[in-house]
T-cell receptor, first 110, second 114 residues
Framework: DAKTTQPTSMDCAEGRAANLPCNHS???????VYWYRQIHSQGPQYIIH???NNETNEMASLIITEDRKSSTLILPHATLRDTAVYYC???????????FGSGTQLTVLP | DVKVTQSSRYLVKRTGEKVFLECVQD?????MFWYRQDPGLGLRLIYF???????EKGDIPEGYSVSREKKERFSLILESASTNQTSMYLC?????????????FGPGTRLTVL
């Protein structure tokens, strides 16, 4: 699976959009971009994933650049409950396991 | 919504005890996984199962066994608990469809072995 690079930490004001970047310059054509988050002492929560096109669901939007070498997770209206570590993962469909990197600690400030 | 539940959120056991961690999913998923998560080591796969009574070893199966007698239930067994098995244990499940599989996690069990 391709390696990903994320900032260690970010802050965001409550009610504003949180934009979390991820670089995956060695991504292969059959690899998906996944985002999970983990609130302290809880299990990881799936957010969204995509292959080439931008994706949106009730939680977030995923913007993937045309060359697929980077992506951005957007939480449109961040709340205090969005404070968590966010993991960007690149994996193929046949990969058995998930491998989490260091992730980005997002802190939503009141 | 997918729901994955784990039998306990917190568990304290003594060295040498046999420990059972249970995981149940309600989405008829074929695949189920057991991971452990430790600070600085990330997520490590212990075992996974792609069907009832089927199992495969992950990266760190030593000291663990699993059981999957029913599709919705996947149990992790520590045959003789040791202090180095103190960890957060996470169960996940996924649908074995075409393309990619999205794994959904349970809340985790924080196990302390004294």
């Amino acid at each position: 699976d391709a390696k990903t690079t994320q900032p260690t930490s970010m802050d965001c004001a409550e009610g504003r959009a949180a934009n979390l970047p991820c670089n995956h310059s060695t991504i292969s054509g059959n690899e998906y971009v996944y985002w999970y988050r983990q609130i302290h002492s809880q299990g990881p929560q799936y957010i969204i994933h995509g292959l080439k096109n931008n994706e949106t669901n009730e939680m977030a939007s995923l913007i993937i650049t045309e060359d697929r070498k980077s992506s951005t997770l957007i939480l449109p209206h961040a709340t205090l409950r969005d404070t968590a570590v966010y993991y960007c993962i690149v994996r193929t469909g046949s990969a058995r396991q998930l491998t989490f990197g260091s992730g980005t600690q997002l802190t939503v400030l009141p | 919504d997918v729901k994955v539940t784990q039998s306990s959120r917190y568990l304290v056991k003594r060295t040498g005890e046999k420990v059972f961690l249970e995981c149940v999913q309600d989405m008829d998923h074929e695949n189920m996984f057991w991971y452990r998560q430790d600070p600085g080591l990330g997520l490590r796969l212990i075992y996974f199962s792609y069907d009832v009574k089927m199992k495969e070893k992950g990266d760190i199966p030593e000291g663990y066994s699993v059981s999957r007698e029913k599709k919705e239930r996947f149990s992790l067994i520590l045959e003789s608990a040791s202090t180095n098995q103190t960890s957060m244990y996470l169960c996940a499940s996924s649908f074995a469809g075409i393309g990619t599989d999205t794994q959904y996690f349970g809340p985790g069990t924080r196990l302390t072995v004294l």
